[in-house]
Structure formats: structure tokens, C-alpha cells
């Protein structure tokens, strides 16, 4: 059994991203942080800072150390994180892959090949300006957080070859020319490969609704109230109504490459029944709920409840129980310190 802090450890045990994913990001000044997972990005030790040669990164020394412990059973990089979006199912099928299987079997720490699973954040840069938004510590310097020309060139070019899946997100992806430009990018050059985007929705019509149907997207549209109100609450913006236009136009034309997201947050509880009525009524539609992870456990019980009423169209709305709650931050912060100590120590000695 692996060592580490986890609520399941069966499911820990099978956590081997370090072998198939890569998650970037991008800093104040226009550099790439790099990991394995977004859940273990806090920890300081799990992150690489790249300026240039992104493609290094994979087989970093952070990497390799990430590889050796996972083929001794020590999950110990991972203590602290909240695997709350349950990775483990959806991507069952990287571990399938000869080249990743030989590698975990053969204890690899240097692999020969590329990701298989990209996350992407191009740019911060959002429309909104959401109270919940878990990059609020950016807000005023969003547009900043951009990654550079040349590193997205060479993501393009030694990056994304390799990679079978793509998800980009941001801030709003559809928001700056860049983020635009590498989205049309991906599309003309690689339309094989299965291409996710996590968006708000406010701005779909503004790079083509025709564009987005006629190419391989798989759409996750977040949203954040049933109703102009609570949309302006949340978000700050007054886009309820073309968010809504754009997910009927996509509806009408029977586009199915894509869900539907409410973020519950306490300004939009009193919607969450109506989002899963607005699911239950437009048959083929998938939806998902998920709580504002800085809320804990508050919602829940109101969760649980719909999920037991919509029972009956559980196979197309999800529910997603987040929970980092302040108290798991502090406790977080207390014992990192620590843990980073304990982990800059056995790295060194395993150079
Ligand atoms: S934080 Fe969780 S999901 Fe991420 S690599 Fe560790 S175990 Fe896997
Ligand atoms: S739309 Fe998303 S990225 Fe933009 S401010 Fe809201 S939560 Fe943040």
C-alpha cells in the first residue's frame, strides 16, 4: 500500500499522471509552470519554471523524482492535494498504452516519450470577474498572466505531436487573440486529436458558433446562475442572456460534443434545481454540478438531495463534491513547510 495522505488510497494507487500528463501554466511574466497535475501545483517542489525548451520539463529532475517514488509506492509529492475531480476513471486509458505500461512496470524515471494528456492554460485573461473564481489572487494583472509567443511555439511544435488529448482552459479561452489563435491552430493542424475547452460561453458567437460545430471541441460550458440576476451577482457581467443564446444555438443544431457546468456557489444556490431541471428537459443534453470548492461542505446536503430526485438521469448529470475549505488550506500551509524540507532532502540524495 502507498504511503500518503489521501482519502482513498486504492484510488491514490492508481494515480500515475507523472507518466502521461502535463499541465501548463502560465506565470506573471509570461512563463510556464509546468507539472504533472494542477492538484499538486501548490507545492513548490512539483513545479518546474520554464523560460524556454518546455519540452525538457517532462523529463526534469522534478519529474524523475516524482517517477522513482511512485515506483516505490510513495505518493508522498501528492500529500496535501485535493483530488477532487476523481481523474482517475476518465483517463484509465493512458494506462493502457504499451509505452506507458512498460515504463511504470519497468520503474522508468527518464521516459523516451511525450505526454499523452495536455492541460493548457494559455492566458489568465477572463471577461468575467467572478467573486468565486479560484484565480482571484490575479484578478488585477489577469491579461499578464500570458505564456510568452516563443513558448507557445514550442508547445505547438514539441508539445502537442505527442499528445493524444488537449484540454485548454483559462480564464476564458475564447477571451485573448492569442488563446484564439492557438485554439484555430490546433484545429487546422491536428484534427484528430480530441481537443477539450472549458469556457464560460459569453463569447463562443464571437469565434463562431459554425467554427466550433464543424470541428473536434468537446465543450465544457460553465455557468453561473438561471437567471441575469444572479449571473450579475457572480460574475459581475450582465451575459446571461448570450451565454443562454449560444448554448440553445448549440442545442437546436443538436450539437453533442458538449456539457453544461454550474458552479453552486452560496449567490447561485437558489438556481441549482433550475439548472437541473434545464438539464432534465433537453433530452442528450450532460450536465454537471460542482460546488465552489472554497465553500467545503456547505451545499452538500443540497447536492445529495438533487442527485437523489434526478436519480433517474444520473447517466447525464454528475455531480462533483469539492471541498477546500479554509481549514484544509491552513493545515495545508502548516505542514508544507515541513513536507518540502523532508522532500528537498531525499531529492538531493537521490541525484
Ligand atoms: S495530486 Fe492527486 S491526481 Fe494529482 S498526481 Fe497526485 S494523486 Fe494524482
Ligand atoms: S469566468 Fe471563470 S475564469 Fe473568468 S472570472 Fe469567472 S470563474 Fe474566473
Known amino acids: 500500500m502507498p504511503k500518503g495522505w489521501m482519502r482513498d488510497k486504492e484510488r491514490i494507487a492508481c494515480c500515475y499522471r507523472s507518466y502521461y500528463k502535463m499541465t501548463i501554466a502560465p506565470t506573471k511574466e509570461g512563463n510556464a509552470v509546468v507539472t504533472t497535475c494542477w492538484n499538486n ?17 517532462w523529463n526534469s529532475k522534478e519529474f524523475r523524482f516524482q ?61 468575467c470577474d467572478c467573486y ?21 511555439k514550442e508547445i505547438e511544435e514539441t508539445i502537442i505531436p505527442s499528445a493524444e488529448n488537449v484540454i485548454i482552459s483559462g480564464g476564458e479561452p475564447f477571451f485573448t487573440q492569442q ?107 450532460n450536465g454537471l454540478v460542482r460546488n465552489n470548492w472554497y465553500e467545503g461542505t456547505k451545499f452538500w446536503g443540497l447536492m445529495h438531495r438533487l442527485e437523489e430526485k434526478y436519480a433517474d438521469i444520473s447517466f447525464r448529470l454528475k455531480f462533483e463534491y469539492q471541498n477546500e475549505a479554509p481549514f484544509k488550506v491552513i493545515c495545508r500551509r502548516l505542514y508544507n513547510p515541513i513536507h518540502s524540507f523532508k522532500y528537498l532532502v531525499q531529492n538531493s540524495y537521490n541525484d
Not at 90 to 111: G, H, P, Q
Not at 208 to 222: P, Q
Not at 225 to 236: I, L
Not at 251 to 261: E, G, N, P, T
Request: charged share 25%; net charge positive.
Open 67 to 127: 517517477r522513482k517514488l511512485i515506483s516505490r509506492g510513495d505518493w508522498g509529492f501528492c500529500k496535501g492535494a485535493s483530488c477532487a475531480f476523481d481523474p482517475f476513471r476518465r483517463e484509465d486509458k493512458f494506462l493502457d498504452y504499451s509505452e506507458v505500461k512498460n515504463a511504470i512496470a519497468a520503474k522508468k524515471d527518464s521516459l523516451e516519450y511525450g505526454p499523452k494528456l495536455i492541460a493548457i492554460i494559455p492566458s489568465h485573461g477572463c471577461n
Open 179 to 285: 488563446s484564439r489563435s492557438f485554439i484555430s491552430w490546433i484545429v487546422s493542424n491536428h484534427p484528430d486529436k480530441h481537443v477539450a475547452i472549458n469556457t464560460n460561453g459569453s463569447l463562443l458567437h464571437e469565434y463562431g458558433l459554425d467554427k466550433i460545430m464543424g470541428s473536434n471541441f468537446f465543450l465544457t460550458i460553465a455557468v453561473y446562475g438561471m437567471n441575469a440576476n444572479t449571473y450579475q451577482t457572480v460574475t459581475k457581467r450582465n451575459i446571461f442572456d448570450i451565454v443562454f443564446r449560444n448554448i440553445r444555438t448549440l442545442i437546436d443544431c443538436r450539437y453533442k460534443r458538449m456539457q453544461v457546468a454550474f458552479l453552486l456557489t452560496e449567490k447561485s444556490s437558489h438556481d441549482t434545481e433550475k439548472f437541473c431541471e434545464f438539464i432534465a428537459g433537453n433530452e442528450g443534453m
Open 132 to 152: 468565486s473564481c479560484f484565480q482571484a489572487p490575479m484578478k488585477n494583472n489577469r491579461i499578464k498572466y500570458s505564456l510568452k509567443d516563443n513558448l507557445l
Open 41 to 57: 501545483i501548490f507545492r513548490p517542489e512539483d513545479r518546474v519554471i520554464i523560460k524556454e525548451n518546455i519540452k525538457d520539463a
